[in-house]
């Protein structure tokens, strides 16, 4: 009855600070409401991109503003609370990421700040206020970076191994230092380290590759240089070889044919070497081969070379003068007419040991270039050459006694000896001037002085060209082998044809 009894401003009163309570309520209500959705807002933005949560909002506002009640509120903040466990778990992720990033550059020697931002500036951003951007996009972007610097890094590390076994061969070969090496530890010491296990700054950048190839290159050209130097010296080595053994050197690995193909890069060094050292192994053998043949070649040299001797001793007019070492030399002068008495037996047989070797072989027996079969023939024909003329001369030396008999016979006395003012020889067969002991035999080249010397296979060398020339000039010119003075055989000449009953000359 009270309240029917109550005016309506009592009860205007009464209502007014419940109201008032109420819109109080209400507006923290809506603050609630409104931190809420600025938090949902804020977060879905930096997961779903500010576009597509901002057309869902709009959506949902005006229901909002119609429904204030607690369930709508816990609604809001159970997917806030959803929301931020998202973006946390998205936060974790892409710090992940950018830390992976961060490690995978500085092993590589790459830019991290321009790598990430590539994919977002704000993985790299400098202010304070500007958020990760955790979306899908920046998501992705950055696993597809992790992935790229993955393989460059698998890249560099195959390259770099490549270069490191590079330096460790060159190292061993050149027999570098220890100092040399340690200047590149760093990066030898990725050997046998997998890909994770490479963690320190710098060690795959381009420039460290750079480096160790560059000492690669400076390596190899060393090495150039040394076998070039080596595959020189064993090109010596075989033509000393060939030289002794009186063989020709395969011509195809000369120094200047050798120095070129090293230079050009065409052929390696190390088997071009393989090559030579192959040659010297068959230019032995070949030399093993030919040492019966050649033996017998020097035996034949040396009685060739006591022929020559021989002959200078007995132009000699004073060699059978007393004087110290004429002895030793008259013996010397026998044995050497026992060995030149065995030269034509010794020649047939070393014919036939040439062309034994020949048939064995199948090929010719060269000697200095030259067939040796070739040589002694013409030796033979040379010889036989010779020894006519020394029977030539002979009888006219017998014909000239024999007139000087005659004349002695008609008119009873000698012609008185005429000195001979003629150039006498120095003694070459003694040693040292007082014959003391006997000298080493020398041979005469064939176009000088007045003892000619048979061909044989060292007078071939050097002088191939000019071998049928020497050979006519041999057999057209005879050989003086009696030392007449030229005043003298005048003289008797003229003697002999001045006398009206003298004997006809022949």
């Not at 816990?74 to 929301?83: I, P, V, W």
């Not at 381009?206 to 076998?227: Q, W, Y």
């Not at 003068?321 to 047939?348: F, Q, W, Y």
């Not at 005469?444 to 060209?465: C, V």
């Amino acid at each position: 009855m009270e309240k029917r009894s109550a005016s309506l401003k009592q009860k205007l009163a009464s209502i007014t600070p419940l109201v008032e309570e109420l819109k109080k309520k209400k507006d923290e209500r809506l603050k609630q409401f409104e931190d809420v959705k600025t938090q949902i807002e804020k977060i879905s933005g930096e997961i779903f991109g500010f576009h597509s949560v901002n057309n869902a909002l709009s959506s949902t506002a005006v229901e909002d503003e119609h429904d204030l009640s607690l369930r709508r509120l816990n609604e809001y903040q159970t997917h806030l609370r959803t929301l931020q466990k998202e973006k946390s778990d998205r936060l974790q992720k892409v710090l992940q990421c950018v830390n992976e990033v961060h490690s995978l550059c500085s092993v590589l020697g790459l830019d991290f700040g321009q790598t990430v931002g590539d994919v977002h500036p704000s993985l790299h951003g400098t202010q304070v206020e500007q958020s990760t951007n955790i979306s899908n996009s920046t998501l992705e972007g950055l696993e597809q970076a992790i992935l790229k610097l993955k393989i460059e890094r698998k890249t560099r590390i195959q390259k770099l191994k490549d270069v490191v076994s590079k330096l460790f061969e060159l190292w061993n070969l050149m027999d570098s230092s220890k100092e040399e090496r340690n200047c590149f530890m760093k990066i030898t010491s990725i050997v046998g380290t997998s890909e994770s296990e490479i963690t320190e700054r710098g060690v795959l950048s381009t420039e460290m590759i750079e480096k160790a190839s560059a000492e690669v290159d400076r390596l190899a050209k060393l090495k150039a240089s040394r076998m070039k130097e080596l595959v020189f010296k064993k090109r010596s080595e075989l033509e000393e070889i060939c030289k002794l053994t009186h063989t020709e050197p395969d011509t195809s690995t000369t120094a200047e044919k050798a120095s070129a193909l090293i230079d050009s890069g065409l052929v390696d060094p190390s088997e071009l070497l393989a090559n030579i050292e192959a040659q010297i192994i068959k230019a032995k053998d070949e030399a093993l081969s030919r040492k019966e043949v050649t033996d017998r070649i020097d035996k034949w040299f040396a009685a060739c070379e006591e022929e020559n001797w021989l002959d200078e001793y007995n132009q000699d007019d004073n060699r059978y003068c007393a004087g110290r070492g004429a002895h030793i030399n008259l013996k010397r002068a026998e044995r050497a007419r026992i060995t030149i008495s065995k030269i034509p037996a010794m020649v047939d047989n070393l014919i036939n040991k040439t062309l034994a070797w020949e048939d064995e072989k199948k090929t010719h027996f060269l000697y200095d270039g030259v067939r040796l079969v070739s040589i002694l023939d013409d030796y033979k024909l040379a010889r036989q050459q010779k020894e006519e003329d020394k029977r030539r001369h002979r009888d006219l030396k017998k014909m000239q006694d024999l007139l000087l008999n005659q004349k002695e016979a008609m008119y009873g006395s000698k012609p008185s000896p005429r000195k001979n003012n003629s150039f006498r020889k120095t003694n070459s067969y003694r040693a040292n001037g007082n014959g003391s002991m006997p000298p080493t035999p020398r041979r005469n080249s064939l176009s000088g002085g007045t003892t000619s010397e048979l061909l044989t296979p060292r007078s071939y060398s050097g002088r191939q060209n000019g071998y049928f020339k020497e050979m006519r000039r041999l057999s057209t010119a005879p050989l003086n082998f009696v030392a007449i003075s030229k005043e003298d055989t005048m003289s008797y000449a003229s003697l002999c044809g001045s006398e009206p009953d003298s004997p006809p000359q022949v």
